[in-house]
């Protein structure tokens, strides 16, 4: 298969992280007999110092040319400016809106060789296997008006928290699609008893559900979930939220992994198989941590989630499953043989650098 990849490493261990990956799509492509053209375009801080901007036209378009985008991370206390025209965020955030990405996928999986690593009780997290399903474009984050201006009493500042019924619909039925591809079960997350966009957003759920009768869903105010998905997260299938709870359900999910180094994701457009039939769409696909400017250049980074971020592009973009599983199966056997990267380093085991664990994850692909 020859497939076409964009590949934006971006600044701090966004470089670091996103070469390791690119080892794993190489051992995919020569154990599987592949062709992956990957294509290097600028994004982020690094953009802004050559270029101006976060996001120059010619790596907008060199997306949009694309198969999938493999997306590393971007910001760091240089551009950190309050003041500042852009920032390295507006980057990402651009790539988002040229390439109509409405859903981020954050699958939330312990893996039991590491499972003393998170501050969990180990007996809280047996079996969890939940997938996070965030509204990405819409919500306080795009919402208008948004602004910040003086009075006479005081500075203010407003932020809208705006939906339309298509956009809820949307993301609901990816949540309820992939309920269906699971477990069955789809929690859709919300403040209704306080907020008229999650009554909506309860309604359409609610409507939409009748399409999916071999799907159990369930309402749940976004507060409960916080408490919840600590106490007994192993009772969480699919779960889906508008764009700032799931940006906070998402992160929080993520410490009963470990670490932020562990997880990958996944922005799509739409899912890439519907009615049976694949159709091109160019989804985005990024490890949840972000640039970690204090560990750039250490070798220390964990490239683990940006590995699997790279099995998800294969998965969902690619169509090539066999070959994800390859990437999945040796970052599991890479932590069955007992090598940490240091932040998942609690139970001792073989501490690796960046590199190191790159090269075994490479190496257990290859088969």
Known sequence: MNSTITVLPGDGIGPEVAAEAVKALD???????????????RIGGNAIDDFGTPLPDETLEMCRDTDAVLFGAVGGPKWDDPNADTRPEDGILAVRKGLGLFANLRPVKVFPAVVNSS??????LDGVDIMVV????GGLYFGRPKKRWNTSRGRRAVDTLRYAEK?????????????????????????????????????????????????????????NLSMQIIRDPSRFDVIVGENTFGDIISDEAAVLAGSLGMLPSASLAGLPA???????????YEPIHGSAPD?????????????????????????????????ERAVDGALAEGYRTPDIAADGGDIVGTTQMGDIIASLTSG
């Open 27 to 41: 051992a995919v492509a020569s154990r599987f007999g592949h062709d992956f053209d990957l294509r290097y375009g």
């Open 119 to 124: 501050p969990i009780k180990p007996h809280l």
């Open 134 to 137: 965030r509204e990405l474009t």
């Open 167 to 223: 956009e809820i619909e949307r993301i609901v039925r990816v949540g309820f699609e992939l309920a269906r591809s699971r477990r069955g079960r789809l929690a859709s997350t919300d403040k209704a008893n306080v907020l008229a966009t999650s009554r909506l957003w309860r309604e359409i759920a609610t409507e939409t559900a009748a399409d999916y009768p071999d799907v159990e869903l369930e309402h749940i105010y976004v507060d």
């Open 274 to 284: 519907e009615g049976g039939r694949r159709r091109r769409i160019v989804s985005l």
């Open 295 to 327: 560990i750039a250049g250490r070798g220390v980074a964990n490239p683990i989630g940006m590995a699997l971020s790279a099995a998800m592009m294969l998965r969902y973009s690619l169509g090539l499953r066999e070959e994800a599983d390859a990437i």
